[in-house]
């Protein structure tokens, strides 16, 4: 398995699914966007596309010129049938690439929340009932045109879709681990605005470790959903 992983920062990490990818002795292709010399894989010879997050916005275009060529890219996966996941930004990524808007959400989420599935449709992902997960974020996309709902949380309504067999974008981060968390607070901690669905770095910490291996299994399921044979 040939897998292109698109990185915008460089305590952005795969985490969790890097784990899963070793499992299956995958080659790992990392873009690494904040470099000059960023090169994409050729299409042919790639098998699954994963988008991570960032602290940037998608619409930052002016600022970051390499998110024009990025969602450019994201259209081609999308026109090949490539299995695709985007994480946060780069589920944000996905949403934008296909003509969605991303905006601000009514409220900052950092830390652990409770998301809800929202479809128990036989086309699509089944995610539990209910589980809790990470987030940062502080925007939010519309959902893409065919688009089908996911997830939501209390006050973030599309916390996750699916397009077809082989797209998946989802606003929160099944692939943290503590470390990654604790890599954030210290590269990014100014994100951290009081609000009512914003934790302090100890509550994001604490039981961390736990929280992780419950959301392991259903990450991995996803991305044994995304790559099996049509």
């Known amino acids: 398995?040939?897998?292109?992983?698109?990185i915008h920062a460089p305590f952005e990490r795969l985490g969790q699914i890097r784990l899963w990818l070793e499992q299956r002795s995958a080659v790992i292709h990392e873009v690494l966007l904040y470099q000059q010399d960023a090169v994409y894989p050729p299409l042919e010879e790639t098998d699954l596309v994963?988008?991570?997050g960032g602290p940037m916005s998608v619409n930052e275009e002016d600022k970051y010129p390499w998110l024009v060529s990025e969602k450019a890219y994201i259209r081609e996966v999308v026109a090949a049938d490539i299995p695709l996941?985007?994480?946060?930004?780069?589920?944000?990524?996905?949403?934008?690439?296909?003509g969605s808007s991303v905006t601000l959400n009514p409220e900052t989420e950092i830390g652990w929340h409770q998301v809800e599935r929202t479809s128990n449709s036989a086309d699509v992902f089944q995610f539990p009932p209910s589980m809790e997960i990470f987030n940062w974020h502080g925007e939010t996309f519309e959902l893409p045109q065919g688009a089908v709902r996911l997830l939501r949380s209390r006050v973030c309504e599309?916390?996750?879709f699916q397009i077809g067999r082989r797209?998946?974008?989802?606003?929160?981060?099944p692939e943290v681990r503590a470390q990654e968390i604790q890599q954030w607070v210290d590269e990014i901690g100014g994100q951290m605005v009081e609000g009512d669905y914003v934790q302090s770095p100890s509550e994001m910490l604490d039981d961390a470790d736990r929280k992780v291996l419950t959301v392991r299994p259903v990450l991995f399921d996803l991305l044994a959903y995304l790559t099996a044979p049509a």
Do not use: D, E
Not at 167 to 173: E, R
């Open 85 to 98: 996941l985007g994480i946060c930004l780069g589920g944000q990524l996905i949403a934008t690439a296909l």
């Open 50 to 52: 994963i988008v991570l």
């Open 1 to 6: 398995m040939n897998v292109a992983v698109l």
């Open 167 to 173: 797209i998946i974008g989802l606003q929160c981060h």
């Open 158 to 160: 599309n916390q996750g």
